[in-house]
């Protein structure tokens, strides 16, 4: 419930249980956890778009409005966790079977839905708490609740995937069920958090609240880009899986595998990324547009410089860097993981430097240009995978070179936009 970050860590538990289980849970779990966080995705993108008309409202005084307008969310999210658990009941036998050709992916894929779908009701009305918190500038407790969740999803993980302690052996059942639970506890421990905070008292949250369609249009049509992008993103990503998956469960939980460590090392980048919004956006309110450029470049090679810092080991020594989280089981798949590992290599340089530069576009205040620039090159890296899998049954190796091709678009793309100096318009 605490937002994309506690999706990240629920997904990352998940997976590297269910590596030790076996190599079918763990492709299958690749492939419905991409899902899964497409739909947290959903919930939490609207909950953005809420925490910023709260944000507004708390800023200029207006702190029944700012309750009102927490309610408004709240709601909403109920609303549609209602249908996204509908449509994960009813609806993803025919997504899976569509997509997948493995009959044991897609089993597994639904045995792990069938228990984790409960959890879209915490997560979507969490996203809602936060959004206030967040918007009224009182985020501490969300650090202790995000530690609490991942704490009780490790515990719950290791009894229930593998029968620990009188619990039933359950697998990715198992799996499922622990992180809904976990989100349950966090869902809980943050509401009982609430009751005993004085300071929400001038809000007036814990009023009978009343649906208010005005206001929930409002929130719609704010966080609807905010949805887009994440969606697009992650979008792709569940398609490549998808398509990866034509090649047997081996070469999926290769992709997994890969992918947990892309996730892990682009950690660094996304916080410079995310650190360059600020720092364009002081530049441009000090009247310094001339400097946003240079700011921009400065920050993607440090972010180059520290990413490189921590991939280079893991490219050429995962064995002994990956022994702490994946132990010695299935050593041979890290073996197989190799040549892709290298071509990881090549996508962290990129990656690391372009995402900055991307993410520079938005904060000079282009978030709608970025968007029209992501969606153009997931249609191009949709399009190759598709060509390189189905087409030329080309292999792993060139499926996973999609990303090197993105990201080199990517960055042509930025620094022709960002020295076009198209974006001063919209600084006047």
């Known amino acids: 419930m605490i937002g994309s970050a506690a999706q990240n860590i629920i997904t990352l538990t998940d997976r590297v249980f269910l590596f030790y289980l076996s190599e079918d849970d763990f492709a299958s779990i690749g492939f419905v956890s991409v899902f899964y966080l497409i739909v947290a995705a959903i919930g939490f993108g609207f909950s953005r778009g809420g925490q910023i008309l709260i944000a507004r409202r708390a800023g200029s005084g207006e702190d029944r409005e700012a309750g009102r307008m927490f309610h408004s969310v709240f709601l909403f999210e109920l609303g549609l966790s209602l249908l996204l ?12 079977g569509f997509l997948v ?3 044991v992916v897609f089993d597994k894929s639904l045995e792990y839905l069938d228990t984790r779908r409960w959890g879209v009701f915490f997560s979507y009305t969490g996203v809602a708490l936060i959004s206030l918190y967040t918007g009224i500038a009182r985020p501490s407790f969300l650090i202790i609740d995000t530690l609490l969740l991942a704490i009780i999803n490790i515990v719950l993980d290791y009894v229930l ?20 639970l976990a989100e349950v506890v966090a869902f809980v421990a943050f509401a009982i958090y609430m009751l005993f905070d004085r300071h929400n008292r001038r809000y007036h949250i814990f009023r009978w609240p009343t649906i208010d369609w005005a206001l929930i249009r409002e929130q719609y049509r704010l966080s609807l880009p905010l949805v887009a992008q994440p969606l697009v993103g992650l979008g792709s990503w569940f398609l490549f899986m998808s398509i990866i998956e034509n090649l047997g469960e081996r070469a999926l939980a290769i992709t997994i595998l890969v992918q947990m460590v892309y996730l892990i090392l682009s950690i660094p980048a996304w916080g410079f990324s995310s650190g360059v919004n600020t720092l364009v956006g002081g530049f441009i309110g000090h009247q310094k547009r001339m400097a946003v450029i240079p700011i921009i470049l400065k920050t993607a090679k440090f972010s180059l410089a520290v990413t490189l810092l921590f991939t280079i080991p ?16 299935r050593g041979d798949l890290i073996d197989a993981s190799q040549p892709v590992l290298y071509v990881l290599g090549v996508i962290m340089v990129l ?26 090159l997931v249609v191009f890296y949709l399009v190759y995978i598709f060509v390189v899998v189905d087409l030329f049954n080309a292999g792993l190796t060139l499926a996973w070179a999609a990303e090197v091709f993105y990201w080199i678009l990517c960055i042509a793309w930025s620094f022709y936009y960002l020295y076009s100096r198209r974006w001063f318009g919209l600084l006047k």
């Open 314 to 329: 893991v490219v050429f020594f995962p064995h002994e860097v990956l022994y702490p989280l994946l132990g010695d089981e």
């Open 85 to 96: 658990f509908l449509f994960m009941t009813y609806g993803c036998y025919y997504l899976f």
């Open 161 to 180: 995937i593998f029968g620990y302690y009188g619990f039933p052996e359950m697998g990715i059942r198992g799996a499922g069920l622990a992180s809904t």
């Open 351 to 376: 990656f690391s430097f372009g995402s900055v530069l991307f993410s520079g576009i938005s904060g000079v205040g282009a978030s709608g240009y970025a968007l029209r620039i992501q969606v153009a």
């Open 101 to 103: 050709e493995s009959d």
